[in-house]
């Protein structure tokens, strides 16, 4: 499985971004598709996954702010992203997970800067 991720880049506090990710090569459903991200000297941590058959999870910090969403038929997943804070600044990492098999697979990163 190969991941593309786009989006990402500079905005100030309060602003959106937009980030997607496509899948390709072997991918079959069932899997969860989403977002980690890594800011610095942190641990890398879950943003937001979805499931195919629908089931969505958020970190806290992110919720009523972010959304998920996915395209089952283009094997994409997209995160948007309001409300933007300087603390959501990170490496994003979209990836996918292999069910019920668990393998997991990432894509490149996308720098997210939230600065004024």
């Known amino acids: 499985v190969q991941l593309q991720a786009s989006g990402g880049g500079l905005v100030q506090p309060g602003g959106s971004l937009s980030l997607s990710c496509t899948a390709s090569?072997?991918?079959?459903?069932?899997?969860?598709m989403g977002w980690y991200r890594q800011a610095p000297g942190k641990q890398r941590e879950l943003v937001a996954a979805?499931?195919?058959?629908?089931?969505?999870n958020y970190v806290d910090s992110v919720k009523d702010r972010f959304t998920i969403s996915k395209d089952n038929a283009k094997n994409s997943v997209y995160l948007q992203m309001n409300s933007l804070k300087p603390e959501d600044t990170a490496v994003y990492y979209c990836?996918?997970?292999?069910?019920?098999?668990?393998?997991?697979?990432w894509g490149q990163g996308t720098l997210v800067t939230v600065s004024s």
């Open positions: 990836y996918f997970r292999r069910l019920p098999s668990g393998d997991d697979y």
């Open positions: 090569g072997s991918v079959f459903s069932p899997n969860v």
């Open positions: 979805m499931f195919t058959g629908g089931r969505i």
